[in-house]
């Protein structure tokens, strides 16, 4: 674990990012490391690089200071990187990482190796809000922080249903609710609730799903022009792959759309069996056991066959085929 006063001490700027195409995670992380920051280390210029976020994050309170425009040149006396596995998926964030005196990590996911001057992380954690909060001063969390850990928390938890979710992640989401924020519009407004396109291309990616493997692994796949006729963004394909897994009798789920020419952006799901993180680090990517992605060239029969050939080497070395 850090020091987070520590690691402030006789810092005037501070800067943090999160990943590429940020979550609620990332977003709850950032949010609620900047808001505490700013009530209790008021002296500190501290400044957040994300990407444009979703829509349905636009209620949270602090957005409106998440700066995407990253021309200019600044060199932090520290950078956070939160919730980002590597460099490289901190965007155009990675220059002031690059620049900074000092860097801190804070992160979750298995296949971050530590790439920060001091690196916190817990692969087993239900989020990197989760660590957030464990190295602040509870008491001094004000309530608008607490709120965006505590969406960070649910959203990379699937409200709690996730097998990540732990004891003490539990117990710091009832912290963190204490502090008395109206935590079901979060859940409503950021989690549940998507636009009428959002529900189209839900409905299309169901429609055209496919059973693989004796129905162990449901796939399906969006491509550019689809997006385009329902009128839908990146952001909006949030949540699809989760839809996938739902379905009964099923192990796995892949889920992609096209993010240019031949070229894919993959989401890995599992229940109980594989660990797909193993499978997206192999092309390139990274994340969880049970939850994953990597991006990925060639058409959408190259790509599934190349990701069903390592699930269908999982489930023969366990046994199950």
């Not at 020091?3 to 800067?15: F, I, P, Y």
């Not at 505590?150 to 992640?169: E, K, L, N, W």
């Not at 390139?284 to 049970?290: K, L, T």
């Amino acid at each position: 674990m850090i020091n987070l006063a520590q690691e402030l001490q006789g810092v005037k700027t501070a800067a943090m990012a999160g990943h590429i195409r940020p979550d609620g995670d990332a977003i709850g992380s950032c949010l609620g490391l900047y808001l505490y920051m700013k009530e209790n280390f008021p002296d500190i210029q501290a400044k957040i690089y994300l990407e444009e976020i979703p829509v349905a994050f636009a209620s949270i309170f602090g957005v409106d200071e998440i700066c995407t425009d990253y021309s200019e040149d600044v060199e932090y006396d520290v950078f956070f990187c939160l919730d980002c596995a590597d460099e490289k998926r901190l965007g155009p964030a990675a220059k002031y990482r690059q620049t900074a005196k000092r860097t801190v990590c804070v992160d979750h996911h298995v296949s971050n190796g530590g790439y920060a001057d001091a690196n916190y992380i817990v692969p087993d954690a239900s989020s990197t809000s989760e660590l957030i909060f464990t190295i602040l001063d509870e008491t001094k969390i004000p309530v608008h922080a607490a709120e965006a850990l505590y969406m960070g928390i649910a959203h990379d938890t699937g409200v709690f249903r996730y097998s990540c979710t732990s004891p003490q992640t539990m117990e710091i989401a009832a912290k963190l609710i204490s502090r008395g924020f109206d935590f079901p519009s979060i859940l409503s407004a950021t989690f549940y609730d998507k636009t009428y396109y959002q529900k189209q291309i839900l409905g299309r990616a169901l429609l055209e799903s496919m059973l693989l493997m004796d129905g162990k692994i449901i796939f399906s796949a969006i491509k550019a022009k689809e997006m385009k006729f329902y009128n839908v963004t990146f952001s909006d394909m949030e949540g699809i792959v989760e839809n996938l897994l739902q379905t009964s009798g099923t192990e796995a789920a892949i889920f992609m759309y096209e993010t240019a020419p031949n070229e894919f952006k993959v989401s890995l799901r599992s229940k109980n069996l594989l660990d797909v993180s193993a499978i997206a680090s192999y092309f390139g990517g990274g994340g969880h056991v049970r939850a994953a992605g990597c991006t990925m060239q060639g058409s959408i029969h190259d790509v599934v066959n190349n990701i069903t050939l390592h699930m269908e080497e999982q489930f023969k070395a366990l046994g199950e085929i």
